[in-house]
């Protein structure tokens, strides 16, 4: 059994009952592995050093523990081959779509539209639906290797849709429907797609929305394709006429059909997730079948002690990867919660209130919600029953000291995991332990089977702030870029260190715990002082008087200049919004941090996932050209960038 010392140091918000310990997956693998005749020790710790020591024996038998079936031939768990290059389970075959679909009973699925219609499909309907749908495929002559692309939002026609995709070995790729043309384009053109299963329109914001126009324009550039799905149950925009065949979801659907799964090798391509696309054309990013298998079953059984029979609820689009961990939800056994539109539709308390009459038990939302729940001074305990509410999964960006004792002062006495991983491995890199106590403002572990360090310019070991690294291979690493000769991928994360995994996170190891200080491809770096983005937001963001912010430091010349890009909460003129912030900057960080601008503007850019559009913003400040910075169509308000755009026109008009 495991337990845990509770340090002294460190504002401690959360203990886990001791008497709870032995029934969290990190007790329950630490008995797998005790009845094995393998000793981890006592401590969270001790289990994840042992998974670090000896790779090979800890990912083989977490895959016992997790139930994974192999087939093929039994060999070593990994390569001598040094990362990328590491093949993990070699002449081993497996599927992810039986992983999901097999063994498991009762509800699946619970899907709720913006306007609050609920359905649920039960395991045996999903296995019913996956298994006519995949012979629907095949009769099109899809075969392992094809491409099925879709255009679809977070329904359960989606969730079909990949693993009838996976069960025949052909590789899945999902763009959200309200992505721009061009960003759609980007990305599918890419993968030559032979299927597409799309819906014609959707609803956001209380409206469905028309999307036809869009999608004659992408397949118009998308001349491989074969067939064509339309889902349009969720609105009532009809389908377009296309060049390659088409039906209707519900005719795809209708003719019953035997449940198979091929056998491919573990490192056959699953999907292709797509990074944000805001700088160049978007990275294809191959994950295969056994890597995002193990490392997904790995972050919900540990990371998020989730178990079957649970509900689980993530706030993402299907456009990033927390909903492929949705989806994956389903490999424990447990329902996945899906919300279509916007989540946060007519107001912020709508995911708390889905939450709750849901019997939500491992919630995951991003922290610049957290944050927005705390200035709109929400009492999600107070609103709604959350009894069933054991775990809230934060993500997306740091989770600053207030949004912490907000959670636990509003939301209830549950386990709160921050943590932080990425697209390109499917999976976190820290991350939590219900074993372990919250301290505020930190994650609190390192993730089993990752080997991840603060490594200083020079490649030194670190405790204190710097790059984010891996220095030894994890299964999901990502296969390849598609349609990349290895370069790209070489250049995106082991050109800083060669052969050592670079991240681009600054991080942090202190004895209270884990901090991430933001992207390192943005960092401020004025007269030599590097400084963090995700201090100034800590700070700044933490006010009443803002919104949102966004600071970058762009080097122009001979001249650095950093501006903060401020929305104010509304209501807040900008000579008290200034004043605030400064004092702030100076009671809290110091003079250093200041800005040498303030500007307000109506809002701050993101990509469609959420990400603060900084490095995008900063090469506008040194004269790039709006196309060169970002696909538009991937912003969640193109017209809001342009904005800065003419801000930095002008600037760089009047500048000497």
Not at 124 to 140: G, K, S
Not at 278 to 303: D, F, Q, R, S
Not at 347 to 358: F, H, M, P, T
Not at 643 to 654: I, L, M, T
């Amino acid at each position: 059994m495991i337990t845990d010392a509770l340090a002294a140091d460190g504002e401690v918000i959360w203990r886990p009952e001791p008497q709870e310990l032995a029934g969290t997956g990190v007790g329950r693998f630490a008995d797998f592995l005790g009845e094995r005749g393998i000793d981890v020790g006592t401590g969270y710790d001790e289990l994840w050093q042992w998974s670090v020591d000896e790779p090979e024996r800890f990912w083989e038998h977490f895959a016992g523990f997790a139930g994974v079936e192999f087939g093929g031939t039994a060999g070593p768990v990994c390569s001598a081959d040094p990362m990328p290059h590491t093949r993990w389970f070699p002449g081993r075959t497996l599927n992810f779509a039986r992983h999901l679909l097999q063994g498991h009973e009762g509800t699946a699925l619970i899907g709720i539209s913006e306007d609050g219609k609920r359905e649920e499909v039960s395991f045996e309907e999903l296995r019913q639906e996956v298994a006519a749908l995949a012979a629907h495929l095949r009769a099109r002559g899809v075969v392992a290797g094809d491409r099925v692309a879709a255009i679809l939002p977070n329904v359960a026609e989606a969730v079909t849709g990949l693993l009838a995709a996976a069960s025949i070995g052909a590789i899945w790729s999902v763009c959200a429907p309200e992505f721009g043309p061009g960003a759609i384009i980007s990305r599918f053109a890419q993968l030559d797609p032979k299927v597409v299963i799309a819906a014609p329109g959707y609803m956001l914001g209380g409206k469905d929305r028309d999307r036809r126009a869009e999608l004659e324009e992408i397949f118009a550039q998308l001349p491989t394709v074969e067939h064509v799905i339309w889902v349009r149950r969720h609105t009532s925009t009809p389908g377009i006429a296309t060049a390659a065949p088409a039906v209707d979801w519900e005719r795809a659907v209708a003719e019953p059909a035997e449940l198979a799964f091929a056998d491919v090798e573990f490192s056959h391509p699953l999907w292709v997730l797509f990074s944000s696309g805001t700088t160049g054309i978007p990275k294809g990013i191959v994950h295969g079948h056994g890597g995002a298998l193990l490392e997904e079953m790995k972050m919900l059984l540990i990371h998020s002690d989730l178990r079957p029979g649970e509900r689980y609820l993530n706030v993402a689009s299907t456009s990033w990867v927390l909903w492929n961990a949705i989806v994956s939800a389903l490999g424990v056994g447990a329902t996945a919660v899906l919300v279509d539109g916007n989540p946060t539709f007519p107001s912020l308390d709508r995911v708390w209130q889905i939450a709750a009459a849901e019997s939500v038990a491992v919630l995951g939302v991003g922290a610049g919600f957290v944050h927005s729940c705390a200035k709109a001074a929400l009492v999600p305990m107070r609103d709604h029953d959350l009894g069933a509410l054991k775990s809230l999964q934060v993500t997306g960006s740091p989770l600053s000291a207030d949004g912490y004792r907000w959670v636990y002062g509003n939301v209830g006495d549950i386990w709160l995991a921050s943590m932080s991983g990425g697209t390109d491995i499917a999976s976190i890199f820290v991350g939590g332990s219900p074993t372990l106590p919250v301290r505020v403002g930190y994650i609190q572990a390192p993730a089993l089977g990752v080997r991840v360090e603060s490594w200083d310019e020079e490649g030194n070991p670190t405790r204190g702030k710097g790059e984010l690294v891996v220095t030894a291979s994890m299964p999901s690493m990502p296969l390849s870029f598609w349609g990349d000769d290895g370069s790209r991928y070489h250049e995106s994360y082991f050109a800083t260190y060669p052969g050592v995994w670079r991240h681009g996170d600054f991080i942090e190891f202190t004895s209270s715990g884990i901090l991430i200080h933001g992207r390192s491809d943005s960092t401020l770096n004025r007269n030599g002082l590097r400084l963090g983005s995700a201090d100034i937001y800590a700070v700044v963001e933490a006010l009443p008087e803002v919104a949102e912010a966004l600071v970058v430091g762009a080097e122009l010349g001979t001249e650095y200049y950093m501006p903060l890009f401020v929305q104010l909460a509304e209501g807040v003129g900008e000579e008290s919004g200034r004043t605030a912030i400064t004092r702030a900057i100076r009671e809290h960080l110091s003079v250093r941090y200041l800005p040498d601008e303030m500007v307000f503007m109506r809002g701050i850019p993101h990509t469609r996932t959420g990400k603060k559009l900084e490095v995008p913003v900063k090469r506008l400040l040194q004269g790039a050209a709006m196309d060169t910075v970002a696909d538009l169509g991937s912003v969640d308000d193109p017209e809001l960038l342009k904005e800065y755009a003419r801000f930095a026109s002008d600037r760089q008009a009047v500048s000497p």
